[in-house]
C-alpha cells in the first residue's frame, strides 16, 4: 500500500511540474495538427528538397535548422544552400567549407549578414565538418534593387558574367500569386508595383540555383525566410514550373501569443509549421 501511494504522489508531482512547463515551439502539420519531431524527420527524409522557412532573427528556427540537417544526414547525402548567401560569393564559401581560407578570411571576403556567427555559422561549419557542398542560391541584392527600381527590363543592361549569378531572363512571374499581390497592397498599390517582381527575381534566382547544385538521389536542404516559400509559394512554385517530379517539402515558422493551437490563419502554409511564442527572445 506504501508504494502503491508513493507511486501515486510522483504521478501526481509529475503531473503538476509537466503542466507548469512553457514549451520553447509547438510542430504541427499543415492541417494544424500537432506532430512528432521524430515523425517530421521520417517524412521529411523521403524528399528530394526541403525549403526551411525561418525568422531571420528567431533562436528556435536557428536552432531547429541545425537540429533538423543533423538528423537529415543520418539518413541521406545531403546537399545545402541558403538565401543568406549571394551567388557572387560562392567561391569564397567554397573555399572556407574546402578548408582553404580561415573564417576572418570569409567574413571579408564574402557579404556575410550581421548575425553570422550566432544563427548561419553553425550550419556553415556543419557543411565544413562533413565536407557537405553548401549553395550561395540568392542573387546579389544590388540587382534585386534594380529590379525593385526599374522592373526586370533594369536587368537587360548587366554584363553576361553579373546575369550568371541571376537566374536566367526572362523569369517566370505571376503578380496573381497570393504572396506578392499581398505585397503590392502593403506598398499601398502602383507606388511600389516593382516590388514584387524584386521578390520574384529572388525567388527565381534561389530556385535555380537549387536546381544547378541539386544531386540526384541526394537530399538538397535550403535555409531562407519563411516569405520565400510561406504557402508553397515563392521559390517553391518556381522549383515546380522546373522540375515538377520532384518530391519537395517545406517548413516554416510563426508565432503566436498562446502556442498550444495553431490560428487558423497559420494553417497551411507549409508541410510543417514551428510555432513559437510572440515573446521568444530574439538573435538582434
Request: glycine share 6%; with cysteine.
Amino acid at each position: 500500500m506504501k508504494s502503491t501511494g508513493l507511486l501515486i504522489a510522483c504521478l501526481f508531482l509529475f503531473a503538476i511540474g509537466f503542466g507548469q512547463q512553457k514549451p520553447a515551439y509547438i510542430l504541427y502539420n499543415a492541417k494544424g495538427k500537432k506532430i512528432g519531431y521524430e515523425k517530421m524527420i521520417r517524412i521529411l527524409q523521403d524528399k528530394d528538397i526541403v525549403l526551411f522557412g525561418e525568422f531571420h532573427n528567431n533562436p528556435i528556427s536557428h536552432w531547429l535548422q541545425l537540429e533538423v540537417t543533423t538528423d537529415l544526414k543520418e539518413k541521406r547525402n545531403l546537399v545545402m544552400g541558403a538565401e543568406m548567401f549571394e551567388q557572387d560569393n560562392q567561391n569564397a564559401l567554397d573555399l572556407y567549407v574546402s578548408g582553404k581560407i580561415k573564417a576572418k578570411e570569409l567574413d571579408s571576403t564574402a557579404r556575410l549578414w550581421k548575425n553570422y556567427p550566432t544563427d548561419y555559422a553553425p550550419l556553415v561549419n556543419f557543411a565544413k565538418e562533413n565536407q557537405i557542398h553548401f549553395a550561395a542560391t540568392n542573387v546579389p541584392r544590388k540587382y534585386a534593387a534594380m529590379v525593385s527600381k526599374g522592373g526586370f527590363e533594369a536587368l537587360d543592361s548587366v554584363s553576361a558574367k553579373e546575369k550568371s549569378w541571376i537566374a536566367p531572363l526572362p523569369i517566370a512571374y505571376d503578380p496573381e500569386l497570393p504572396g506578392y499581390k499581398k505585397m503590392l497592397e502593403m506598398m499601398g498599390g502602383h507606388s511600389g508595383v516593382n516590388l514584387p517582381k524584386a521578390q520574384a527575381i529572388k525567388d527565381a534566382t534561389m530556385a535555380y540555383f537549387i536546381l544547378q547544385n541539386y544531386s540526384p538521389g541526394s537530399l538538397f536542404i535550403h535555409f531562407n525566410g519563411s516569405y520565400h516559400s510561406d504557402n508553397y509559394e515563392g521559390i517553391l512554385w518556381h522549383l515546380k514550373n522546373k522540375r515538377p517530379e520532384l518530391h519537395y517539402g517545406t517548413i516554416t515558422t510563426v508565432s503566436q501569443k498562446d502556442i498550444s493551437k495553431l490560428l487558423a490563419e497559420n494553417i497551411g502554409r507549409a508541410d510543417f509549421i514551428i510555432c513559437v511564442p510572440d515573446d521568444m527572445t530574439t538573435t538582434y
